[in-house]
C-alpha cells in the first residue's frame, strides 16, 4: 500500500530559526512528489514538484529536496507569515488526467516572533 | 490570480439527505478533482474527471457518490445520502492540462451531517 508519513506532527520555531520537515514515502512507480501549504479554512496550495532523486527547488525562504525514500522541506530564518500546515504528496502518474495524489498528514509549523 | 471557488463554505444536513456541493473550477482547466479531509485526517482523493466523464475514483467514492459538470463552468459533487461518516472539509480542484502538474484547489466546504 502506499503510503506518505510526514514528521514532525507539529514544529514551533522561534522567528529565524532553521530547520527541515520530513517526508518519507513509500509509493510503488512514483512519479512526482509535491509540496502543499494549507492555511487554517484554506485549500492546500502548490509549493514544489519534485520529479527524481538529487532533484531541488527553492521558493524564497523554502527549499526542497527530494531522495530515493524521502523529502524534506527545508525553511530557513522563517518569519511568523511561514506558519501553516506543510503538506506532503505523492503522485503516482502526473502527467495524466488521473493525477491521483496521496497526501501525508502534514506539519503544522508555528514561527514565534 | 485566477481561483477555484466552492459554495457553499458550509454546509449542515441531517443524515439521509441529498446534498450538493458546488465548485467553480478556473475557467481554462479540462480536469476536475474532488478530495475530502476528515478532521484531523490526511487529504484524501474522491475523483477525477476530465472529457465529461470519470478517468478515476477511489473505494471512497461508492454508489451515493457522483458528479457532473452540468454547464461550461461548474462541477458539482452529489451525496445521494448522507451518513455520519461523510463530515468531512470537501475540496474541489482543477489543472489546466496533461502537461502542467500544478493542481489549484478551492477552500473547499466544510460538510457537517447531523
Known amino acids: 500500500e502506499d503510503q506518505v508519513t510526514q514528521s514532525p506532527e507539529a514544529l514551533r520555531l522561534q522567528e529565524g530559526e532553521s530547520s527541515s520537515l520530513n517526508c518519507s514515502y513509500t509509493v510503488s512507480g512514483l512519479r512526482g512528489l509535491f509540496w502543499y501549504r494549507q492555511d487554517p479554512g484554506k485549500g492546500p496550495e502548490f509549493l514544489f514538484t519534485?520529479?527524481?532523486a538529487g532533484e531541488e527547488k527553492e521558493k524564497e525562504r523554502l527549499k526542497a529536496t527530494l531522495t530515493k525514500k524521502e523529502s524534506f522541506l527545508h525553511i530557513t530564518a522563517p518569519k511568523p507569515e511561514d506558519s501553516a500546515t506543510y503538506l506532503c504528496a505523492a503522485a503516482k502518474n502526473p502527467g495524466a488526467g488521473s493525477y491521483q495524489l496521496t497526501f501525508g498528514k502534514g506539519t503544522k509549523l508555528s514561527v514565534i516572533p | 490570480e485566477p481561483e477555484v471557488t466552492q459554495t457553499p463554505s458550509h454546509q449542515v444536513t441531517q443524515m439521509g439527505q441529498e446534498v450538493i456541493l458546488r465548485c467553480v473550477p478556473i475557467?481554462?482547466?479540462?480536469?476536475f478533482y474532488w478530495y475530502r479531509q476528515i478532521l484531523g485526517q490526511k487529504v484524501e482523493f474522491l475523483v477525477s474527471f476530465y472529457n465529461n466523464e470519470i478517468s478515476e475514483k477511489s473505494e471512497i467514492f461508492d454508489d451515493q457518490f457522483s458528479v457532473e459538470r452540468p454547464d461550461g463552468s461548474n462541477f458539482t459533487l452529489k451525496i445521494r445520502s448522507t451518513k455520519l461518516e461523510d463530515s468531512a472539509m470537501y475540496f474541489c480542484a482543477s489543472r489546466r492540462d496533461n502537461t502542467n502538474e500544478k493542481l489549484f484547489f478551492g477552500s473547499g466546504t466544510q460538510l457537517s451531517v447531523l
Open positions: 519534485l520529479y527524481s
Open positions: 475557467s481554462n482547466h479540462l480536469y
